[in-house]
């Protein structure tokens, strides 16, 4: 069974401050982890994945996310925070493995950016 | 290139109505996802197809939720009869069978009244 804790549903961060938005999961198989950013009223938009192959993944809009297996953890970094990073992100997972699409996503964790 | 296209991008409806929600996955995928959210209920994965064929229709809630993939470009999510606790955004998505990403349209908002 496989699933996936985001800690903290809401987070904020002041502009220009480091973002870290935390996220564990849980799976028997080796993992796909996906991180998603729905903006306001928008679908879910890929920011960055992880399939097995460098452990420090690079995503869109500055963002990147570390594979540590040891702490069963993936979470998503960016060294500054902007304005326009206001949104709510999703840590997903999936199992490595072909025929098997069944996704789970955490619960998100939306993030404010003050001024 | 074209994204998902979902229809409508809102719909208010009174409870006991029938709603018929649309999608265009992206061409060439083979797999197409229906997922619903709600503030409660977060994320949920209702129906995947696989070349047309469902898959695991395990999270779809109750019989009154239908969906239906007629071909490789086309695909519809049916509510009869609706009720307000189907109020919620539902978002469809495709995949490419040798990839593991999902691409998700921008979301069909649900108000049922």
């Known amino acids: 069974a496989q699933s996936v804790t985001q800690l903290g549903s809401h987070v904020s961060v002041s502009e220009g401050a480091l973002v870290l938005l935390r996220c564990n999961y849980s799976s028997s198989v080796p993992p796909y982890l996906f991180w998603y950013v729905q903006y306001p009223n928008q679908g879910l938009q890929l920011l960055l994945k992880y399939t097995s192959a460098a452990t420090l993944v690079k995503g869109i809009n500055g963002f990147e996310a570390e594979f540590k297996k040891s702490e069963t953890s993936f979470h998503l970094t960016k060294p500054s925070a902007h304005m326009s990073d206001a949104a709510e992100y999703f840590c997903?997972?999936?199992?490595?493995?072909?025929?098997?699409?069944?996704?789970?996503f955490g619960t998100g964790t939306r993030l404010k950016v003050l001024a | 290139d074209a994204g998902v296209i979902q229809s409508p991008r809102h719909e208010v409806t009174e409870m006991g109505q029938e709603v018929t929600l649309r999608c265009k996955p992206i061409s060439g995928h083979d797999y197409l996802f229906w997922y619903r959210q709600t503030m409660m209920r977060g994320l949920e994965l209702l129906i995947y197809?696989?070349?047309?064929?469902?898959?695991?229709d395990s999270g779809m809630p109750e019989d009154r939720f239908s969906a239906k993939m007629p071909n490789a470009s086309f695909s519809t999510l049916k509510i009869q009869p609706s009720e307000p606790r189907d109020s919620a955004v539902y978002f469809c998505?495709?995949?490419?069978?040798?990839?593991?990403?999902?691409?998700f349209g921008e979301g069909s908002w649900l108000t049922v009244v």
């Open positions: 197809f696989n070349n047309n064929v469902p898959i695991d």
């Open positions: 998505a495709s995949s490419f069978s040798s990839g593991n990403t999902i691409y």
């Open positions: 997903a997972v999936s199992p490595a493995s072909s025929g098997t699409y069944k996704y789970i």
